[in-house]
């Protein structure tokens, strides 16, 4: 897990290498939980297109009538369908939450699937979703079942969602084929010593029902140390894990401002894990805002906030990501592609100056003129939560390198603002990240 450093902590650097490159960007950490109103009306599709939108994960929670078990089942299923079909509609990918359409969503409910043994009416619940999955032409992702290792979410046995896992794994397997199954989706991090992750594990193997895709939450944690630490859990019981893992809740509350989510950014990008942002809202405000992405006027506009300007930058870096060698307490996430390079840096918890060091500039191409470079550095602020017009330049200048490198220090004044690094050509003066979002 991940252990916030000092408020005031000493002055680091990182480095980033454009010689060295790991791969395309796939833009895996932007997605959130919820977030999208009931009819999948809102918020506008710019705030989803222009942060290169991957992931939505919901399935009604929080509506009136408590889903299947409260009767109000179709409220929460129309919901979710309008909700799935925008997020195709928009290129990404929907990941079903059965907890919800049943009615575990937080509030107490009178039954639990397979309460005394009997499994009827969660059979009946499970065709339904099947049924109406197929009917309506969807692929979807099937979380069979969110954290169930806390009793506001599931409580009962773990013998008993065991058997839940095992029944409704063998259904879909053998109904839908083709869609991918999900968990365990827990509210911890793996951890050799955790006996429910550990037991979940030895469990899917013996059954032959391990997901297709492996999940956890980290609230907080760090996606780097993680993924290490389920490698360490699959890896010795001889579980397959060919596609990355999903930390389909990431970022706990004091944990969504500008420079933890760029940390958070930059991290699963080095983990190699899709991510989805956690969403901390509830009743009606739950399916609205992008997950707190945005914030409302007076007037119901949806006007952005600091953190939204980030994914917005992380959306535009194109090309080739390139090595960075973190400190205790930034990560950044660097690319380069022909005419420009792009550093979205993170951090959170702490302040104090950060050393960009910027290595191996002649890797770069059509950046470098006469041994020199523009540098672009702006400061995404949080603005205490509230709206936020824009990145706010602080430097704007051409260096000269020296051996091909040179380097940016950031003054982190306030540990919820963060920064990014943008290099041009020299006599590229036409780049601002302009706030034209906020007036549509």
Known sequence: MRTPPPTQAADESITVNFATTTGTPTYRASGWIYGMTENASGPAEHFYREVNFRYLRAGGAQLPGNGWVGGNYDRRWASTLAQARRTAALGGRFILLAHDLWGADGAGISRFPGDDGDWTDYDAFLTRIVDDVRSAGLTVQW???????????WNRP?????????????RLRAELPGQLIVGPSCAFVPSIEHAFWNQYLDFVRSTDTVPDIVSW?????????????ANATLDPRGIAHPRPYQINEYGAPDEQNPAAGAWYIARLERARADGLRANWAGGADLHDDNANLLIRTSAGRHQPRGEWWVYRYYAGQTGQIVAVTPSGSYDAHATKTTGEARILVGGGHTTGNLTVDLQRLDATSG?????QVRVLTQRIPDHGGGAVQGPVTVSNRVVDLSNGT??????????T????VTLLPPAETGFESVAASTAR
Do not use: K, M
């Open 158 to 170: 773990i013998a008993q969602y065991l058997e839940l896992w095992r029944r409704t794994h063998r």
């Open 417 to 420: 603002d963060t920064y990014t």
């Open 143 to 153: 979380d069979i079942w969110n954290e169930p290792n806390i009793t506001v979410f």
């Open 217 to 229: 939450h980290s609230l907080p944690g760090d996606p780097v140390a993680d993924v290490a630490a």
């Open 367 to 371: 950046i470098v003129r006469n041994n």
């Open 406 to 415: 040179t380097s940016v220090v950031l003054p982190y004044a306030n540990q």
